[in-house]
């Protein structure tokens, strides 16, 4: 069963920067696509980004595109999420999903089979 832990969630200011991240065990890295997601109180579970196996694509929701970049590194078994200009609506907490399914370009979706158990970013002054 594969597993992932996601890490370096915290406190910060508007304006600051995170980098998350998520390492996966009990399967094949390189046979999954991955993505990020987070969902704030009261809100839907949103997709952030997307990266395929290779890591050649990526899909970025509108509201953070610019300001973060996935990534993953086989080698570590490890996909990343490097936040910057952090927002107080950028508070939630964020999990990493993996699914041995392919990605599309242009569109996160919302098909993942594996999930980790979260971290917690809050932006706030």
């Known amino acids: 069963q594969l597993q992932l832990v996601e890490s370096g969630g915290g406190l910060v200011q508007p304006g600051g920067s995170l980098r998350l991240s998520c390492v996966l065990s009990g399967g094949y890295f390189n046979a999954y696509t991955l993505a990020w997601f987070r969902q704030a109180p009261g809100k839907e579970r949103e997709g952030v980004s997307e990266i395929s196996m290779s890591g050649r694509t990526t899909n970025y929701a509108d509201s953070v595109k610019g300001r973060f970049t996935i990534s993953r590194d086989n080698g570590k078994n490890s996909v990343y999420l490097q936040m910057t200009r952090l927002e107080p609506d950028d508070t939630a907490v964020y999990y990493c999903?993996?699914?041995?399914?392919?990605?599309?370009?242009?569109?996160?979706?919302?098909?993942?089979?594996?999930w980790g158990q979260g971290t917690q970013v809050t932006v706030s002054s």
């Open positions: 999903a993996a699914t041995p399914r392919g990605m599309t370009e242009g569109t996160i979706s919302h098909e993942y089979d594996f």
